[in-house]
């Protein structure tokens, strides 16, 4: 690398061998000290062509400036500067993938499949709780009904309690007139579900227990629920009610479940890697199921909001649920086959 | 690279070494846990100053817009434009609460505004990518480890609110102490992701020191001091340092003392009245001493070795 006629009066007046390779290529280092500047100010576009495909060749040049510097020269300011200036192209040649579009393509296109059926065992564990705590709902309600207004809270009840008439509770299944409030409900929904969903997740910290406790509670509202409505003889017209929005929402709340649990057991048994970066991994790819878990939420509100109180009949509320949960399944087994190692 | 790199003067508990996929070995340091709580304080007025203008945005929409509607005496259509805006509402406090850290923290600098006003920012800990799941896993746990709590105690009853304060304070110690129980200082939510928090240097380029000298090359025209190679001896790197630093700050006191002490040391007498340029020249003869040796695979650290 020739230094520019400017410097070489400087290089000549050097008096130290080190000093001499420091003017040599500083123009270099300098060079990669703009451009990572304007990459951290987020002004990609302000670059030119040229300075981003030279940015992976001057940060390899300036690292091995570094390694040699380390070598022949004791001059601790030049070498701070360079160990920073390395750090920083570092971060931005290594720093997150620049487009979270092409990010989100790829998680669309099978890189969520993949992780969902990574924690097959942990879905497998939180479906058989969210099933026992739905009977375990049912059973105490149907031995003692007192436990009814334990189990389901009071705002979510609306005028289904235990001795409510047929009619009544008829009446809460039925498709409301005009859709005036609906967005604002549906709005409403993903939020509170969200926030628990992410909850589910994030409790998964404490090796996984209140997270399942957390799908305990809110699934004997469910069995107590089902008991309700069966024993008017609406068990079905109330199965269709709920399977709209129902397959994709406690779909949805079953893989939030499994996520915490996943980072609960990893942290419990790390197997051969070391606990910190066992729960990393297992992070990493719960983060990815739980990411699609707030979309699942999106498309649950808009189905509960929307499409149930729109459409009264069983038959068409049985046909959206199943559409839905064959739809999602499908999704999970099949998309992204074959493409298992790029995650590795 | 030998671990014997040239010792930097400022050394703390908080240095790691990243070890880069070239194979080059980087100091790189921890963010300190003050550093850390000042950032996340920041990143909270932020974002709680967001949600107030987003707020009083949409409710002065909702006054303004709203009486025209009745005006109009089109009531239909003014509390479907007072939904969309409930609607919008939900959605902002929702992204406020939720996107803010991903937002930033996925952008080319990897931190909030509150990191990058103190100078920190997140970094993948096995040396890699910072991917996406790492930021977004880091983020859900601040949901546990920072909203839940100040939820939990906020919703609690007259009745029992002695005792939830207590339990939703016990909760947000145990996550708010977790950077005091690993030598990393990582939050919950760092362990989760494997991520962590380091330092974002920041360092201009110094003045080389012997290029301001007149010596030549080759050292013919004699400088005003001259050293001798037993002279020279007496200090190694780490005192090479220590000067170099006490010539770049160039204090008056400080060069005075040095050159007492040096002088003192290896018994010369000169130099007196000419610290800087005494000093300047026994910085360069050191150094190029000390630069030959180490080419020579010799090395010394500083003066006792």
Sequence with gaps: MSAPPSQNGAIEAAALRSDRFRFEREADWKRLEAIVVRME????????????????????????SLSVAREISLDAATLAYLEALVQRAWFVVYGPRSSLWSWL??????GWSRSVRAIWLDVLIALAVMVAGTAAGWLLVAGDPDWYGSLVPGGLSGGRVPGASREVLQQTLEA??????????????FSNNAQVSILAFALGFAFGVPT??????????????????????????????????????????????????????????????GVLEATAVAGRRAAQVMTGVVMMLVVAALLEGFARQLVGDSLGRFVIGLFMLVLWLAYFLALGRGGEEEDK | MSPAVPERLRRSTRDRELVTPEGIALPITVASKGARAGALIMDLAFITFLQIVTMITLASIAFGGLANFFEAGDKAGGIGALEFLFV??????????????????????????????????????????????????????????????????????????????????AWFLIFALFPFWNKDRLR???????????????????AAMSATQEEDVDGAPAPAFRFSDEELD???????????????????????NVRQAIAGK??????????????????????ARLETRMRLGERKADKFA
Excluded: C
Aim: proline share 3%.
């Design chain 1, 212 to 273: 399942l406790m957390l799908l305990v509670q809110n699934t004997v509202g469910l069995g107590a629920m089902l008991w309700l409505f069966a024993g008017q003889g609406l068990l079905l017209e109330f199965v269709a009610w709920l399977s709209v929005h129902g397959t994709t929402e406690l779909f949805a709340i079953l893989l939030a479940g499994a996520s915490g649990l996943h980072v609960g057991r990893s942290m419990a048994f790390p197997g051969q890697l």
């Design chain 2, 266 to 287: 290896i018994g010369r007498t000169d130099g007196e009245g000419e610290e800087r340029a005494f000093l300047d020249a026994y910085y360069s003869q050191l150094r």
């Design chain 1, 41 to 64: 100010k987020g002004q990609l576009r302000r670059l030119s062509d040229e300075d981003v495909q030279a940015l992976p060749v001057l940060y390899r040049t300036v690292a091995s």
């Design chain 2, 88 to 169: 919008l509402w939900i959605i902002a406090m929702f992204l406020f609460r939720n996107a803010y850290f991903l937002f930033f923290e996925l952008g080319p600098r990897g931190a909030t505004p509150g990191k990058r006003l103190v100078g920190v920012r997140v970094a993948a800990r096995d040396g890699g990518r910072l991917s996406v799941e790492m930021v977004i896993a880091r983020n859900l746990l601040r949901d546990i480890e920072l909203f839940l709590p100040l939820v939990f105690i906020a919703s609690a009853g007259d009745e029992d609110a002695g005792a939830a304060m207590l339990a939703g304070a």
């Design chain 1, 176 to 189: 409301t007139d005009g859709s005036t409030g609906l967005s604002a409900f549906a709005a409403y929904l």
């Design chain 2, 234 to 256: 007496v200090y190694g790197e780490y005192e090479l340092q220590t000067l170099e630093r006490v010539l770049r700050e160039n204090r008056p006191e400080a060069l005075a």
């Design chain 1, 105 to 110: 393509r790829a998680f669309l296109g099978g």
């Design chain 2, 188 to 206: 919950a939510g760092d362990i989760v992701a494997g991520s962590w928090v380091v330092e974002q240097p920041k360092r201009k380029l110094e």
